[in-house]
């Protein structure tokens, strides 16, 4: 696959099967002190002639074989070192010498499919495509609306996303599981408030407001936007509650 003359490698790797940003041909010219045009021309070349060799059945089945394989083993959607390491271990035992740098790697990861890199995660375009279909649905829903379950029941399933990954997918959907429900999570904190009441669906303390929104926001600036919230009323000393369920407003003694 890689016999090519040096100079179309170092196309290779900066053009092709890149680690981050293509070098850009104006960059890649002055290295290789060559035309902007020309070395246009020799990665034109360098694609066609990687193109014919990966759509030989002979020369590289052996390679499309071991990247469905490695698709198969990395999943729809992966932690990205994880999905890496996978890779990176299927490149090492099909090797008979240790790779000196990333390319059999980018190879590999081109032949596996379409993929996206988001929050950590390794996505493939199929799950992509799904996650923002569902992202579609959250997003037209108001903050505390709760969600079919066959929202995302259907879409763990699909996608086949492991147990420890299905927290960081409510996150990447903006949802959130509160009393056995997912619910639509953005807004202030106060609207995250909203949504719990919502779901809980009885007065809730502070405190326990403080756990579900999320310990990491200030417990005076979460307590100054729920007292301030028209939508929101104390219902006791320390209860609070929606002023759509009705009832009387806590004032005092």
């Given at each position: 696959?890689?016999?090519?003359?040096?100079?179309?490698?170092?196309?290779?790797?900066?053009?092709?099967?890149?680690?981050?940003?293509?070098?850009?041909?104006?960059?890649?010219?002055?290295?290789?002190?060559?035309?902007?045009?020309?070395?246009?021309?020799?990665?034109?070349?360098?694609?066609?002639h990687l193109a014919a060799q990966l759509t030989d059945d002979g020369e590289c089945a052996g390679l499309v074989h071991l990247a469905a394989r490695t698709r198969r083993a990395i999943g729809c959607i992966a932690e990205g070192a994880d999905a890496i390491a996978t890779v990176d271990a299927a490149v090492i035992a099909s090797s008979e010498k240790p790779p000196r740098d990333?390319?059999?790697?980018?190879?590999?990861?081109?032949?596996?499919?379409?993929?996206?890199?988001?929050?950590?995660?390794?996505?493939?375009?199929?799950?992509?495509?799904?996650?923002?279909?569902?992202?579609?649905?959250?997003?037209?829903?108001?903050?505390?609306?709760?969600?079919?379950?066959?929202?995302?029941?259907?879409?763990?399933?699909?996608?086949?996303?492991?147990?420890?990954?299905?927290?960081?997918?409510?996150?990447?959907?903006?949802?959130?599981?509160?009393?056995?429900?997912?619910?639509?999570?953005?807004?202030?904190?106060?609207?995250?408030?909203?949504?719990?009441?919502?779901?809980?669906?009885?007065?809730?303390?502070?405190?326990?407001?403080?756990?579900?929104?999320?310990?990491?926001?200030?417990?005076?600036?979460?307590?100054?936007?729920?007292?301030?919230?028209?939508?929101?009323?104390?219902?006791?000393?320390?209860?609070?509650?929606?002023?759509?369920?009705?009832?009387?407003?806590?004032?005092?003694?």
């Open positions: 696959l890689f016999d090519l003359p040096q100079r179309d490698m170092t196309i290779l790797r900066e053009r092709v099967y890149r680690d981050g940003r293509a070098v850009t041909l104006a960059e890649l010219a002055e290295r290789l002190d060559l035309t902007r045009e020309r070395v246009r021309q020799l990665e034109t070349r360098v694609r066609k990333n390319l059999r790697r980018n190879v590999l990861l081109s032949l596996i499919g379409p993929h996206v890199e988001e929050d950590g995660l390794f996505i493939s375009e199929v799950a992509a495509r799904r996650l923002d279909d569902a992202r579609r649905v959250v997003a037209d829903s108001e903050p505390g609306t709760a969600l079919p379950e066959s929202l995302v029941g259907d879409l763990i399933e699909e996608l086949g996303v492991p147990p420890a990954l299905e927290h960081r997918l409510e996150e990447l959907l903006g949802i959130r599981r509160i009393g056995g429900r997912h619910v639509v999570w953005r807004g202030s904190m106060a609207d995250k408030a909203v949504s719990v009441l919502s779901v809980t669906g009885e007065p809730t303390t502070m405190l326990a407001l403080h756990e579900r929104v999320g310990l990491e926001c200030n417990p005076r600036s979460l307590a100054g936007q729920v007292q301030g919230d028209r939508r929101i009323i104390r219902r006791g000393k320390e209860h609070y509650g929606l002023r759509s369920w009705g009832g009387e407003e806590y004032t005092g003694i």
